[in-house]
């Protein structure tokens, strides 16, 4: 007898949707049987009429808090969110307290996910100019999933590479060494820098031209907007030259890559030129699948992330590129700043912390996909699930539903509709920018080991998150 069976549903694989029963046992998947197989569970639940999913695995999240405050997401709130949002698995990114940069803060990070995540967490470490060779050794004993390297903004200055190119080289050299994947966010540096005076030089030139027009009362100029002047900063010419950079090394090395956050066709096609030389995964961030800078503009220090919601022609790019699979996968980078902190962006944007919480909306904003017909739900699984958990060397113990995999299972009735709102958010950015999106399907219940964590849109269970290596 199964310890539970999921039976009647219409399981989606990457490819396909069948019918079929799911047997558990011990937290696994013991058995994946046609309909109308006699399976016997301790728990029978009937899903007919509903969609069974394998739990997501989200690729780059932001926990417990953005390295600048410690007024962020802790491992509570913010698998809180991922549970509610059919998120079982998320990887965490390094440049959060505890910075994963040394085995102690690896351990110290673990620790602080043990017993209080309520869902399953791999740990990528944080490499830089300082990092030295056992270091690397030490977080890829722990179980370090990867080693992310900032060629610009996201790390603290003392572990951006910027343009040290012997230092990109070198670290990378040593991922290879261990074994290991480095994950790149890219953009060039000094690009970055020098743009953000110009942007804030003519803020201040603004400025002052307005306080001369009221003094002789001169024709008054339209002030540049603070969004539009913070977007000029990232263009995709600098996602691009890092891209480059990257890309170009690692085929040197023979390192194993993963590009983040591709926000352009100018990425894309970077991709599309270095695929064949490198082993390379990339990914998108959902926010850059469904908003235009359009939408920036309109949420205002809300709408301000790195790098920068894009036009409608890129957003659309991107969408083809997901769908083509020529990008492996979609995360949300959970970053949540409050609601406070990012008011400020009002009276400066350059004081907003960037970022926007997504781990209880990745599902969602897919669903959007889904019901604009630029997705199918398979497509969901491929890059939310399967891709992420592959490319990272999780798979098929995570982002499948196949015997031997862990039972990470979301019931969806796609027979009901969910209108996203702020109050339903358990991160302590209780906002969304998905707010009043009416979204076909409704998340069941969301099982992670075969332990109901979610169900009907409330945590039914304590933290039994699991700390897990490649």
Known sequence: MFDLV???????????AERADLGVTDGVIAAVSAPGEALEGQIDIDATDRLVLPGLVDAHAHIPGYILSHRFDDFRTATSAAALGGVTTVMLMPTDDPRTATADYFDRKRHSGEGQSLVDFAIQALIGPKTEQAVVEEMAA????????????????????????????????????????????????????????????????????????????????????????????????????????????????GTRIHLRALSSRRSIEMV??????????????????????????????????????????????????????????AVSDHSPALREDKELGWADIWQTPPGMPGLQTLFHSMLTLVDDG????????????????????????????????????????????????????????????????????????????????????????????????P
Do not use: W
């Open 374 to 469: 630029v997705l199918t739900l398979s497509d969901v699984v491929r890059v939310c699930a399967e891709r992420p958990a592959a490319c990272f060397g999780l798979y098929p113990r995570k982002g499948a539903l196949l015997k031997g995999s862990d039972a990470d299972i979301v019931i969806l009735d796609t027979r009901q509709s969910m209108l996203i709102d702020d109050q339903c958010q358990q991160s302590k950015a209780n906002y969304t920018t998905l707010k009043g999106r009416l979204v076909k399907g409704r998340i069941d219940s969301v099982y992670l080991r075969g332990e109901l964590v979610a169900q009907d849109g409330q945590i039914v269970s304590r933290p039994t998150g699991r700390f897990v290596r």
């Open 142 to 253: 722990r179980g370090a999933v990867s080693f992310e390297l900032f060629l610009a903004y996201g790390g603290t200055p003392e572990f951006i590479i910027g343009n040290d190119d012997y230092e990109l080289q070198r670290l990378m050299q040593l991922v290879h060494d261990v074994g290991g994947i480095v994950g790149v966010t890219p953009h060039s540096a000094t690009l970055i820098a020098k743009l953000t005076a110009l942007q804030k030089e003519s803020q201040e030139d603004y400025r002052r031209l307005e306080s001369s027009r009221r003094v002789d009362r001169s024709e008054r100029v339209e002030p540049p907007n603070p969004v539009e002047l913070f977007a000029l900063t990232r263009p995709t010419l600098s996602e691009a030259l890092g891209i480059a950079r990257a890309c170009t090394v690692a085929s040197e090395t």
């Open 272 to 329: 599309r030129r270095f695929r064949d030389a490198v082993a390379l995964s990339s990914e998108v961030m959902s926010h850059h699948l469904l908003f235009t800078d359009c939408d920036a503009v309109r949420f205002g220090p809300y709408g301000i992330i790195v790098p920068p919601l894009r036009t409608a022609a890129e957003r659309d790019a991107l969408r083809k590129a997901v769908k083509a699979a020529e990008i492996d996968m």
């Open 6 to 16: 999921i039976r009647g549903g219409s399981v989606v694989g990457p490819e396909r």
